[in-house]
């Protein structure tokens, strides 16, 4: 079946610039997780979502960075007025209950 | 705050030799991942540990967990060129709600 996809897989954009990264699950899963890759920090997880809530928004690394999930499907990160700082792979995973995260492929973005 | 530590995280090593990467955690937790990831792709799960003495298998790889220890092992038997990659362990805590929590991750060298 298919896996979790995720649009665009590559951005380039100016610093100061508004990005969406869409992240679109497996059908069914309900838990959906957002993750950071850069090389100085390694993975970080951002932002998990149990249908469309997102119980705790802490893991956003500072507050131009949104989440949503609507329909208990797709899912959005907004990042806001970018900085050089933001470039890294953003990855999405999903599941269902008691089972791996599976990852998408990511969005490589880059922040000039 | 849970802290996940591999290593080594570099290993170069020739083909049919056996090797071990480790990987402890500093809090308990509910269950313990292993993670495959090919340069330029993203992570692929290869196991899902979800008690103290769990052991699987597939193929070449053996993973093990020890709850009481907080230890987590990959054993490679008899390396093969293909299972160059970088290998992380994740841990997860809470129920998952705070996502998953890596390691730096192992990368992995496998010479002819």
């Known amino acids: 079946g298919a896996g979790v996809s995720q649009s665009p897989s590559n951005k380039v954009t100016e610093k100061g610039k508004d990005v969406e990264l869409r992240c679109d699950p497996i059908s069914g899963h309900t838990a959906l997780y957002w993750y950071r890759q850069s090389l100085g920090q390694g993975l970080e997880f951002l932002i998990y979502f149990q249908g469309n809530s997102a119980p705790d928004k802490s893991g956003l690394p500072s507050d131009r960075f949104s989440a949503e999930r609507t329909g208990g499907s797709v899912s959005t990160l907004t990042i806001q007025r970018t900085q050089q700082e933001d470039s890294a792979v953003y990855l999405c995973?999903?599941?269902?209950?008691?089972?791996?995260?599976?990852f998408g492929p990511g969005t490589r973005l880059l922040v000039l | 705050e849970l802290k996940v530590e591999q290593n080594p995280l570099f290993l170069s090593m020739q083909e049919g030799k056996n090797y071990t990467i480790y990987c402890n955690y500093s809090t308990t937790s509910d269950r313990l991942y292993w993670y495959r990831q090919d340069p330029g792709k993203s992570l692929e799960s290869l196991f899902v540990?979800?008690?103290?003495?769990a052991v699987k298998q597939e193929g070449r790889l053996m993973a093990s967990l020890d709850t009481k220890a907080r230890l987590s092992t990959l054993h490679i038997t008899a390396a093969v060129h293909d299972l160059s990659a970088t290998y992380f362990c994740a841990v997860e805590g809470r129920g998952g709600a705070d996502g998953l929590t890596f390691g730096k991750g192992t990368h992995l060298i496998i010479q002819p």
């Open positions: 540990l979800l008690s103290n003495g």
């Open positions: 995973a999903s599941r269902t209950y008691q089972e791996t995260q599976y």
